[in-house]
């Protein structure tokens, strides 16, 4: 049971890591970049997405695809 905690961990830690790392990636892109949570709706936008569509972030986060 012990070896499953820590297993658990180890992956929750990987996992973490890799989220750091992809919002690092969209944060620095210059380009107009959204993202999609896993049930299509729309979680992250970049400035420049809002600039090119018009919109604000309030009226296209949580919104559906």
């Excluded at 996992?15 to 299509?40: F, H, K, M, P, Y």
Aim: proline share 2%; charged share 25%.
């Amino acid at each position: 049971m012990l070896n499953d905690i820590r297993e658990r961990k180890k992956i929750q830690n990987e996992v973490d890591g890799i989220n750091r790392q992809n919002e690092l990636i969209l944060n620095t892109a210059g380009d107009g970049i959204l993202s999609l949570s896993s049930n299509g709706h729309i979680s992250f936008v970049k400035d420049a997405v809002l600039h090119l569509l018009g919109y604000e972030r309030g009226e296209l986060i949580d919104q559906p695809n």
